[in-house]
Every structure is written in C-alpha cells, then in structure tokens.
C-alpha cells in the first residue's frame, strides 16, 4: 500500500490530448472574436479555458501538456500546431479549420462543437468575455500572477496538473479521485484503438 501511495504521489496527473476538442476550443474562441486573432491570445485563452475546466469540471478541455514559457502558461501541442509542427497526427485536422499568417490565426471553416460539452462551451464563453478584448501582451502580463507560472528565463518549465489542482484549492482526496477518472479513461481509450 505504501509503494502504490509514493509511486502515485510521484506520477503527475497525465490528460490525453484530445485533438477535436483543442480544435473546436479554439475555432469557438476565433468565432467569439469574429476576425483573425493574435495567436499569444489564443494561446492564453485555451490556457485560462484548460485551468476553468480542472476547476469546475475536474478536467482539462484540450487535455493538452502546459508549460511555463516567458510569455505566460502554453498547451504545447496546440502552439506547436499554430506553428505547424504535426503533434500525434492533429495537423492535418488543425490545418483544415485554422491557419496562421504572421501573428495571427483565421478560422478557415467551422468544425462545430460536437465534442465540446455545454459547460465546456460556457467555460470558453467566460473567458472570451473576460479577456477577448484585451491586448494579448495584457493577458500573458496576467498569466504570470498564476502560481503555477514560474519564469523559464528564455526556457521552458513544464507545469504540473496536480499543482495546479492544489492552487485551485482541490485536496488529496480530490486528486486521487481525478488521478483514477483520468487513468481509467486513459486505459479505456487505448482499448477502443487497438
């Protein structure tokens, strides 16, 4: 019992990237922007969306790996796809609604939100109208208020999922209870691919 409490006390809460709903987040935010927007902004607000999410919900919406960059708090696959770095076969999805020129990301088609749920949706709605009309450079500024947030110092830092549970004031029992939700989904998942 005391090995399976330091083992799971030692392995960090993992989420599955789950490439249709970071693309329909994302396509929600640029439809609620209704024009192309910075990608820094976009990229904050899936952040800020993903932290709502493990808050209310117990969970993250894009399932992505966040990281602590100069600029704020970054999902890394998604910023990877802006970039147009192919993660785990997602850009060719991406690709199909969403571009990037320069700084900015355009929403080329709607790719619905049949994935999303209605408390996902009303998450993303929150925090388009809390931070969408602010200047992107404002809300990375604000980011680094987040305790999770450490200055990388031109790096990166990953950002631990259970830190941030226990910033979000969520207790032991809490995120034993999320560890085993986010493992059986995980193990169902791999069952429904093979």
């Known amino acids: 019992m005391d090995t399976f409490k330091s083992i799971e006390a ?3 809460i993992t989420f599955q990237f789950h490439r249709e ?8 935010f640029l439809r609620l922007h209704r024009k192309p927007m910075e990608y820094l902004g976009l990229l904050k607000m899936l952040y800020i969306a993903d932290r709502m999410a493990l808050d ?29 770095q192919n993660v785990n076969d997602s850009l060719p999805l991406w690709s199909k609604y969403i571009c990037k020129n320069g700084y900015f990301v355009y929403l080329l088609a709607d790719p619905s939100n049949d994935h ?10 929150q925090v388009y109208k809390t931070f969408g009309h602010l200047n992107p450079f404002t809300v990375a500024g604000w980011t680094h208020g987040l305790p999770e947030w450490k200055d990388p110092h031109g790096s990166s830092i990953p950002i631990v999922v259970d830190d941030v549970l226990r910033y979000l004031n969520k207790n032991d029992e809490d995120i034993k209870e999320i560890r085993k939700t986010v493992d059986r989904e995980s193990f169902l998942d ?3 691919a093979a």
């Open 56 to 84: 209310q919900i117990d969970e993250s919406i894009t399932g992505d790996c966040a990281y602590s960059l100069d600029y704020g708090p970054v999902l890394s696959s998604i910023y990877d796809l802006i970039k147009g």
């Open 190 to 192: 791999k069952i429904l």
């Open 116 to 125: 999303l749920c209605e408390v996902e949706e009303e998450i993303i709605g």
């Open 10 to 12: 030692v392995i960090p």
């Open 21 to 28: 709903k970071a693309v329909e987040a994302a396509a929600m």
